[in-house]
T-cell receptor, first 114, second 115 residues
């Protein structure tokens, strides 16, 4: 079945540091890929998405590129801020027979210190 | 404003009691979902519904029940059969256009604690 593996946290960075959170997936066919962010005590918000190979999703300075050859969708940001402290989830969905749900990774807690 | 509303935000339940979590959306989305979140576990799918009056079990449906009588509402009942119900519950919705999946929108969650 489908699965998503993301780097375990917690990740602690200083403000303005470079961020990478690794995400790899296992799925048949051509899934869509997502990054969601969850701030403390809240639900999930879509951060960015990519629906086909070599697409780059970007939002709020975050980027991720859909790499089918390595089945990866790593999240990056060039300069993190304290306000980026949150839990980040990588997820996939199928466009096809199994398009009814998202499969999530376990989440990576990011803490950014001033 | 369009969105998904979950209520209550915090809920306490005595052992042996059933409890119902509310989820309402005004986004005119066809599909709705319930997820359970536990520390270090990510999100696990409990139930989902693609159309009114139809729903399917997810990965961890045992001890839970749902209904979908209206497009905008998808309540979740945590029954006394659920052995470990303390968790954070998230409701989501998405436009389900057959093979064209779009992103899911989430509510703010309900934290359920068994006392």
């Amino acid at each position: 079945g489908d699965s998503v593996t993301q780097m375990e946290g917690p990740v602690t960075l200083s403000e303005e540091a470079f961020l990478t959170i690794n995400c790899t997936y296992t799925a048949t066919g051509y899934p869509s890929l997502f990054w969601y962010v969850q701030y403390p005590g809240e639900g999930l918000q879509l951060l960015l998405k990519a629906t086909k190979a070599d697409d780059k999703g970007s939002n709020k300075g975050f980027e991720a590129t859909y790499r089918k050859e390595t089945t990866s969708f790593h999240l990056e940001k060039g300069s993190v801020q304290v306000s980026d402290s949150a839990v980040y989830f990588c997820a996939l969905s199928h466009s096809g027979g199994s398009n009814y749900k998202l499969t999530f990774g376990k989440g990576t807690l990011l803490t950014v210190n001033p | 404003d369009g969105g998904i509303t979950q209520s209550p935000k915090y809920l306490f339940r005595k052992e042996g009691q059933n409890v119902t979590l509310s989820c309402e959306q005004n986004l005119n989305h066809d599909a709705m979902y319930w997820y359970r979140q536990d520390p270090g576990q990510g999100l696990r799918l409990i139930y989902y519904s693609q159309i009114v009056n139809d729903f399917q079990k997810g990965d961890i449906a045992e001890g839970y029940s749902v209904s979908r009588e209206k497009k905008e509402s998808f309540p979740l009942t945590v029954t006394s059969a659920q052995k470990n119900p303390t968790a954070f519950y998230l409701c989501a919705s998405s436009m389900d256009w057959g093979t064209d999946f779009t992103e899911a929108f989430f509510g703010q969650g309900t934290r359920l604690t068994v006392v």
